[in-house]
């Protein structure tokens, strides 16, 4: 255990009902403690709060009890303050969460087979709602479509606790805005935006999330909140997408589409850059733009064109970089069949851990499926998260002699181009970190 007491909680263990000082804040409940929920939580308790952090995980609660954070934005420096401030505890039971004056519910909201799976929104808040107060604030982030918090939540919250939202407590909803591994903006420098059920309940959630930002934006209701988050996803899906179909066309043009976007860029109005890339991975991307296609689909009866075309041209680039590696493995006189591939990376993004909707891990297993020998250098993500079918190795120059092709596939920091394009007999470079007679970028 690293400096500091780390006074957690797991299981059964019996709280230490503490008095609140004149600096306290309040109680706030987190429930869910990953990307969104844990930094949340942490800057709550620098500013004030007492917090009680939920997670169905029982090693991320006992990695938190040593101090131990799987967060790249929550440094084990930050959890240990947290834990000596002696207002940060961990458990995985919610009969701890009494008396709470603010509740935020960062809980996953995956597709199933192409539908919303909002069961652990509705978990949470049948959880939370017998310990609800007159006067207490439940605050949703979860990622979702718009009409969630007032027609799945609150009906919820109300059953369980015999109160009305509105009357005898306040909700809102505020999406998340966490990008992992991003040096510059985080959770207290990125504006929120925030919304209430009423005006009272808007008032309330401003009050909170003022203590926790820089700066607040107020929308007029929920669901325009709730639309703001897939609005924001939506529009990075379709030019990622843009870009990806320009970088498949490009090369037969005899362009380089890399060179055209940073070209592009200079214009100072009217272009933004989107890069090409593997595919789209982690939480919001693959996921987010389908969540409004579905209501809308349901709803309204119409589809949403440019997200459904958006999430064809995303979705098959794995398949467009394995048929490149094919055809250059080919030109050197050899099949993918048997032919070792050292990937650079298997998160989603570079310089984080995060591998959800991955398109490496995409890219790894159609490797695998075609006979390839894989094996996979990546240097942020735990171990025990790794699928058992992927070999992980170090990345040194042995391991980048001894590959057939070096597959870029998610451009670390960590990973020395330059070793890459000396010592690498044939590169694909998904990600445009690399140069040389041997290096192919997408």
Not at 37 to 58: F, H, K, Q
Not at 206 to 227: H, K
Not at 251 to 270: C, H, M, N, Y
């Amino acid at each position: 255990m690293k400096a500091g007491v780390c006074r957690f909680l797991y299981s059964n263990e019996v709280v230490t009902v503490r008095q609140r000082s004149d600096v306290d804040k309040g109680k706030l409940i987190v429930v869910g403690l990953g990307y969104v929920g844990l930094p949340l939580a942490v800057r709550a308790v620098e500013v004030g709060y007492s917090v009680v952090g939920v997670d169905t995980d029982e090693l991320r609660v006992k990695r938190l009890g040593a101090c131990d954070s799987y967060i790249e934005g929550v440094d084990d420096a930050r959890l240990v303050a947290a834990a000596d401030s002696g207002r940060f505890h961990a458990t995985t039971e919610y009969k701890y969460i009494d008396g709470f004056d603010v509740c935020v519910i960062t809980v996953p909201t995956p597709l199933r087979e192409g539908v919303p799976d909002l069961s652990f929104v509705e978990c949470a808040g049948r959880s939370v709602a017998p310990h609800l107060t007159p006067g207490a604030t439940v605050v949703l982030e979860s990622t979702t479509y718009p009409g969630t918090t007032e027609s799945l939540l609150r009906p919820l919250l109300e059953a369980g606790s015999g109160l009305t939202a509105g009357d005898h407590f306040h909700l809102g909803y505020s999406p998340e805005r966490i990008d992992p591994g991003n040096p510059d903006w985080h959770l207290e420098n990125t504006p929120k935006v925030i919304s209430g059920i009423d005006a009272a309940s808007l008032s309330r959630v401003e009050r909170f999330y003022g203590d926790i930002v820089e700066r607040t934006v107020s929308v007029s209701s929920c669901r325009t909140a709730e639309l703001t988050k897939l609005l924001e996803n939506t529009y990075r899906h379709v030019n990622i997408a843009l870009v990806n179909e320009m970088a498949m066309v490009s090369r037969q043009l005899g362009a380089d589409i890399w060179e055209a976007v940073d070209a592009a860029s200079t214009k100072p109005f009217g272009f933004m850059p989107f890069r090409p890339g593997p595919g789209v991975g982690g939480h919001c991307l693959p996921v987010d733009p389908s969540y409004l296609s579905w209501q809308v689909k349901r709803l309204l009866k119409r589809d949403l064109r440019f997200i459904s075309l958006a999430n064809e041209i995303n979705d098959h680039m794995p398949d467009h970089v394995v048929r490149r590696i094919t055809r250059g493995l080919n030109e050197r006189g050899k099949s993918v069949k048997g032919s070792r591939v050292l990937q650079l990376g298997l998160a989603y993004k570079k310089n984080t851990g995060d591998i959800r909707e991955s398109p490496a891990l995409v890219l790894a297993r159609s490797l695998l499926a075609l006979g390839a020998r894989l094996v996979v250098s990546e240097p942020h993500t735990d171990a025990y998260l790794v699928p058992l079918d992927i070999t992980r190795v170090e990345f040194n120059e042995a391991e980048i002699r001894a590959a057939d092709v070096v597959l870029v596939a998610t451009d670390h920091d960590a990973f020395d181009y330059a070793l890459v394009e000396r010592a690498g007999a044939y590169v694909l470079d998904t990600r445009n970190r690399c140069r040389g007679e041997r290096v192919e970028i997408l």
